[in-house]
């Protein structure tokens, strides 16, 4: 069974300022890797994701996540946030095979500091 | 556009009553999805469909029911028996193919609040 970890329920950040987001996961085989954004009262859009290739992930509104096999994590980051992207930020899981269940981590909350 | 639409946006029950809830994607996507969400708890699966006229329970079925006589429709019942039904439920789709990798596409939600 495959498990996703989002150590941070809530990260405030001046704006302009840098943030990491970080998830790891937990799976016996390959997985696959997504970010998502919700906006108040919204679904959830797709940031980025990884699926095999080169290990740093370029996504939507200058967010990035590199996925790091060794330590299991795929954190997101971005080098200068803005008012907008105060959001929740969901992490998910897939693995390769089957049935492919995606499992979607409890969310990190980002707020933006004017 | 290709899209998921969910409808209606809110819609409010009265306890006893059964509502249900649209869900239609043009993404000629195999697999459809439903999701609740609360507050602080992230999202939990009731149900998914793979192919037409087949579909299984998630994590939180008790409750509720779901169809799939079209690919484009997967509307969810949300029954009298379900305790506690006031939430957010996302509707969503994925391919279902390797190179997608089963990335899941959401619509834009539905809140139901029991009255």
């Known amino acids: 069974a495959q498990s996703v970890t989002q150590l941070d329920s809530q990260v405030p950040v001046f704006e302009e300022a840098p943030v990491e987001l970080r998830c790891n996961y937990s799976?016996?085989?390959?997985?696959?890797l997504f970010w998502y954004v919700q906006y108040p009262n919204q679904g959830l859009q797709l940031l980025l994701k990884?699926?095999?290739?080169?290990?740093l992930v370029k996504g939507i509104n200058g967010f990035e996540a590199e996925f790091n096999k060794s330590q299991t994590s795929f954190h997101l980051r971005k080098p200068s946030v803005h008012i907008s992207d105060t959001a929740e930020y969901f992490c998910?899981?897939?693995?390769?095979?089957?049935?492919?269940?995606?499992?979607f981590g409890t969310g990190t909350k980002l707020q933006v500091i004017p | 556009d290709g899209g998921i639409t969910q409808s209606p946006k809110y819609l409010f029950r009265k306890e006893g009553q059964n509502v249900t809830l649209s869900c239609e994607q043009n993404?000629?996507?195999?697999?459809m999805y439903w999701y609740r969400q609360d507050p602080g708890q992230g999202l939990r699966l009731i149900y998914y469909?793979?192919?037409?006229?087949?579909?299984q329970k998630g994590d939180i079925a008790e409750g509720y029911s779901v169809s799939r006589e079209k690919k484009e429709s997967f509307p969810l019942t949300v029954t009298s028996a379900q305790k506690n039904p006031t939430a957010f439920y996302l509707c969503?789709?994925?391919?279902?193919?390797?190179?997608?990798?089963?990335?899941?596409?959401f619509g834009e939600g539905s809140w139901l609040t029991v009255v």
């Open positions: 969503a789709s994925s391919a279902r193919d390797r190179e997608s990798g089963n990335t899941i596409y």
């Open positions: 799976s016996s085989v390959s997985v696959y």
């Open positions: 469909s793979q192919i037409v006229n087949d579909f």
């Open positions: 998910a899981v897939s693995t390769s095979g089957g049935y492919q269940k995606v499992t």
């Open positions: 993404l000629n996507h195999d697999a």
């Open positions: 990884y699926l095999s290739g080169s290990t």
